[in-house]
């Protein structure tokens, strides 16, 4: 195999900042603006990186890309959580609950109709395939594992069940964040009854002019750099010492929680150094959920999708029935897009791409993405399970 153009992390790194600097620049070109309206730039950071890597000219797994998951998305929610008001996540708690279940009972009422339509020619024990899908595509792949131990699902079964999710999972993102730039007109038809009392979180960025005695740049650097370093690691030690509940809640997952849960409560009393951070910390945030959807993109691998066979076409129409359940329940409830696309991902990926999709469609929902696919990973087992016994005897 040809090794990649760029392989090392300056270069890789630099390129995926190139990226976002020429897709910037585009989209304040006018004749490209109404390109960047249709398809907006946040897919472009995805889709870029996926035709790199696809090509040779980047590699497909890099330490790079491992280093961002691990602690890029702590920086991140970090940055982007600390802005944010609690009490303006609150107002989001009915709809934002009822489209995610609504999401996770289209998993189950999608894999049950259209298993008796696809299980003879995936076998008898297709539910070993089925099963431990469902898991990943309700709060994220966390719950793959658990599912495939307690049945004793063989290892042979994974390889199509990864590339599956893997790559649907990755298109569906793709789609969801293309549908940002869209959401404006979709939320016209719909006619969200109260949409602002759903997105409060626009202006969620407090003033602090009136802050008195401002410490020299320098200063408020480092006190911000500290306590995004400090929150960072601390999440990530208490993270090791919590209980795992038999891999439903890992310690990274752990990590996750407690990061956010400190940037909550300790965001107001940071910021308030400098009225100058709060500003930082937002557009700092957004930068590295940039350069995450870029590796996400980077590792999206297209070359197995072949030997997945009728399992692939079974994903495509499975996520689709997800989908229009998620778009009845929105237009039914009249929900704003934002959310019924962030409950879809959330239940698709997980933890780790919710918060991007909801911070492409509103700034400041980062946190809201995350809440929605931890409940995931709390009930996707129980969900799973009562979908591999109804695909077991009902079929």
């Known amino acids: 195999m040809q090794e990649p153009i760029l392989s090392t992390t300056w270069q890789i790194l630099l390129l995926f900042l190139a990226d976002m600097i020429a897709i910037e620049m585009l989209s304040r070109v006018r004749f490209m603006k109404k390109v960047f309206a249709f398809v907006p730039a946040v897919f472009w950071f995805y889709f870029l990186p996926m035709l790199y890597s ?3 000219f980047i590699p497909r797994q890099h330490d790079l890309y491992q280093a961002l998951k691990d602690w890029g998305l702590f920086f991140a929610l970090i940055l982007l959580i600390m802005p944010v008001r609690p009490r303006e996540l609150l107002r989001l708690g009915i709809p934002a609950l009822v489209l995610m279940v609504a999401g996770s009972f289209g998993i189950v009422i999608g894999a049950v109709a259209l298993y008796p339509l696809f299980q003879p020619w995936l076998g008898v024990d297709a539910w070993q395939l089925i099963g431990p899908l469902s898991a990943s595509w309700i709060g994220g792949s966390l719950n793959m594992v658990s599912v495939a131990a307690s049945y004793n699902i063989p290892g042979s079964s994974y390889a199509p069940i990864i590339v599956v999710d893997t790559f649907i999972g990755y298109s569906w993102m793709a789609f969801l964040l293309f549908l940002a730039g869209r959401q404006g007109s979709i939320d016209r038809w719909v006619r969200p009854k109260g949409a602002q009392r759903y997105l409060p979180l626009e202006n969620s960025i407090e ?8 410490p020299s740049l320098s200063l408020a650097l480092t006190w911000f750099a500290f306590w995004v370093l400090a929150l960072a690691s601390l999440g990530r030690l208490v993270s090791t010492f919590l209980p795992t509940f038999q891999g439903w809640l890992p310690a990274s997952a752990w990590g996750v929680i407690l990061v956010s849960v400190f940037a909550l409560a300790l965001g107001k009393w940071v910021l308030a150094f400098d009225h100058r951070l709060s500003a930082l910390s937002s557009e700092s945030g957004s930068l590295l959920l940039y350069l995450l959807i870029s590796a996400i993109g980077a590792q999206a691998d297209l070359s197995g999708v072949q030997n997945s066979g009728l399992l692939f ?15 009845g ?16 991902q959330a239940n698709i990926g997980g933890v780790v791409s919710a918060p991007i999709v909801a911070e492409a469609y509103r700034k400041g929902l980062a946190p809201l993405g995350l809440v929605m696919a931890v409940l995931g990973n709390i009930y996707g087992f129980y969900f799973a399970v009562f979908l591999i016994f109804l695909l077991r005897y009902l079929y």
């Open 54 to 56: 696809a090509v040779g």
């Open 207 to 214: 003033n602090r002019d009136n802050v008195g005695v401002q």
């Open 329 to 344: 329940v929105m237009i039914f409830f009249r929900y704003p897009l934002v959310l019924a696309a962030t409950a879809s």
């Open 313 to 327: 076409l079974f994903g495509i129409c499975w996520i689709f029935l997800h989908g229009l359940f998620v778009l």
